[in-house]
């Protein structure tokens, strides 16, 4: 997921519109696949402090079902604006503590001048993935039958109570 930012570096405010369908082979971690294609469209502009991305992701991504415990894919559409700047610009003292502002976060491009949307679209999918994902909004966990089981030697004892029970509705047992 490699484009080449060469032509945007040439002059501020120049743009480059983005379409691209290509696989993610990247982890998501535990029960998340991305299952086919990752769809990007958008547009990358420089802005003189770096190049920012924005637009649209759209990918489809098998999860567990936090309820049912079964597999379902379901098709998330992400809206991004992420900034990135040459990385042989990112610069921090090491003996200065820095405190982080919002023009910190950004991610960089690499000397070669191609810029790499790989990291960003898998944090982008793991940032709006469900803390607890459903498979339906109305799924529900269905309990088993319970089955009365008696044991064979206690059978006796459960014809006592059933006599005690229909003595004019009495429900007191009774020594013998």
């Known amino acids: 997921m490699k484009i080449d930012v060469n032509p945007l570096l040439a002059e501020v405010g ?88 919002d023009d910190d976060i950004y991610f960089t491009y690499s000397s070669d001048l191609s810029l790499d949307f790989t990291e960003m679209i898998r944090e982008l999918i793991i940032l709006n993935l469900p803390i607890a994902p459903k498979c339906d909004i109305n799924c529900q966990v269905k309990e088993p039958e319970k089955k009365k089981t008696i044991d064979p030697r206690l059978a006796v004892l459960a014809k006592l109570k059933k006599k005690t029970e229909d003595c004019n509705g009495c429900t007191k047992e009774e020594d013998n």
């Open 14 to 101: 120049v743009s480059l519109a983005i379409d691209f369908t290509e696989k993610l082979a990247v982890d998501l971690g535990e029960e998340v696949v991305v299952k086919g294609p990752v769809t990007v469209k958008g547009t990358i502009v420089n802005s003189g402090m770096g190049l920012i991305a924005s637009g649209k992701c759209i990918a489809s991504v098998s999860m567990e079902c936090a309820v049912c415990l079964k597999k379902f894919e379901e098709k998330l559409t992400l809206d991004f604006e992420e900034r990135f700047i040459d990385e042989s610009q990112v610069f921090f003292p090491p003996d200065k503590d820095h405190e982080v502002q």
